[in-house]
C-alpha cells in the first residue's frame, strides 16, 4: 500500500511543474506586449505565483528568457513537422518562415539580452539552432522532392539569412521587410525560377 510519503511528494512534483509551465505561459505573453524590458514581478503576477516561486524555478532574467526561448524553438520544430502532414511542400515552407519572423519581431529585446549571455559555442545555441536547421531542412527536403526548390541551398543557408535579416533590421515596420525579402530569397530558390504565392499573400 502507497503511504502518504510518496503521494506527498508526487503532488508538490506536479505543482512545481505546473507553476512552472504558468510562469513560461505568462512570460511569453508579457514579453510579448513589453518585450524584454517587462519586469519578473509583472510575469509572477501574470502567472498568478509569488516572485519567489518565480526565482526558485528562473534564478536570473536571463534563465527565464533561456526557458522561453527552448520553448518557442522546440514549438517551432513542432509546427513544422504539423504543416509537413498538412501542406503542400512550398506554401508549408513560407508559412514555417512566416512564423520564424513572428517569432523573433515579439520576442526580439528578449533575444538581443539573451545574446549577449550567450556565444556560438553555448548550449542554447547548439540546442535552438540544431532544432531549427532541422525543422528547416526537413521543409527543404521535401520542395526539393517535388520539384519546387532547387538542391544547391541548404538548411543552414536559409536559417542564417533569415535570422539575420531579422536581428539587422531597424526600421519600424522591418517584420514586414523580412518577409517581403524572405520572399524573394525563396523565389530564388525555386527550380526553374518560377515565383510562387509568397509569405505576405499567406498571412
Known sequence: ????????????????????DRLLTAAAEV????????SLEAVA????VGIGTLYRHFPTREALFEA????????????????????????????????????VATKRGMLTTL????DSGS???????????RAVGMLLERCVEAGEIRGDVGAEDLLQTLIGLCLMAKQADWE???IRLMDVFVDGMRAGGRKGEGIHDQG
Open 68 to 103: 522561453v526561448y527552448r520553448r518557442e524553438v522546440e514549438q517551432l520544430a513542432q509546427l513544422a513537422e504539423t504543416l509537413a502532414l498538412s501542406e503542400p511542400p512550398l506554401p508549408a515552407l513560407r508559412l514555417w518562415l512566416r512564423e520564424e519572423v513572428r517569432l
Open 1 to 20: 500500500m502507497e503511504t502518504d510519503a510518496p503521494k506527498a511528494t508526487r503532488k508538490i512534483r506536479a505543482d512545481a511543474a505546473k507553476n512552472r
Open 31 to 38: 514579453f510579448r506586449v513589453a518585450d524584454g524590458s517587462a
Open 176 to 178: 514586414d521587410n523580412v
Open 115 to 118: 545574446a549577449l549571455a550567450i
Open 45 to 48: 503576477r501574470r502567472a498568478g
Open 123 to 133: 548550449e542554447i545555441y547548439a540546442f535552438s539552432f540544431r532544432h531549427l536547421t
